[in-house]
């Protein structure tokens, strides 16, 4: 129900545009969120966009990533920019019934899981 994709390969101060394609759920009703999990760490969340449109970001992706929806098009995305080594991992979008403050900070309160993509960052 939800389909991630964008990932690739990157220089450090690269950038670029996830996508997360959502079926069978309405954007009106779920935050939906990306969380990554680098190897060896645990999955974390970096932004949430709420139902009413609002953006929440980690504190390590402030004014780096940005969040943004297409209600239209039942998608939501993630520009990530200026991304060094730490960004790298695998990225999920997921959906939740919680608000944004919940969901950023703890994985359980996702009820719905894309399958991931690969963000490296290497020169």
């Known amino acids: 129900q939800l389909q991630a994709s964008g990932g690739g390969s990157v220089l450090p101060g690269g950038s670029l545009r996830l996508s997360c394609e959502i079926s069978?759920?309405?954007?009106?009703?779920?935050?939906i969120a990306w969380f990554r999990q680098a190897p060896g760490k645990e999955r974390e969340g970096v932004a949430c966009?709420?139902?009413?449109?609002?953006?929440h970001y980690a504190d390590s992706v402030k004014g780096r990533f940005t969040i943004s929806s297409d209600n239209a098009k039942n998608m939501v995305f993630l520009q990530v920019e200026s991304l060094n080594a730490d960004d790298a991992a695998v990225y999920y979008c997921?959906?939740?019934?919680?608000?944004?403050?919940?969901?950023?900070?703890?994985?359980?309160?996702?009820?719905?899981w894309g399958q991931g993509t690969l963000v490296t960052v290497s020169s």
């Open positions: 966009i709420s139902h009413e449109g609002g953006e």
């Open positions: 997921a959906a939740s019934p919680s608000i944004c403050e919940v969901v950023l900070h703890t994985a359980r309160a996702v009820f719905h």
């Open positions: 069978g759920l309405s954007l009106r009703h779920y935050a």
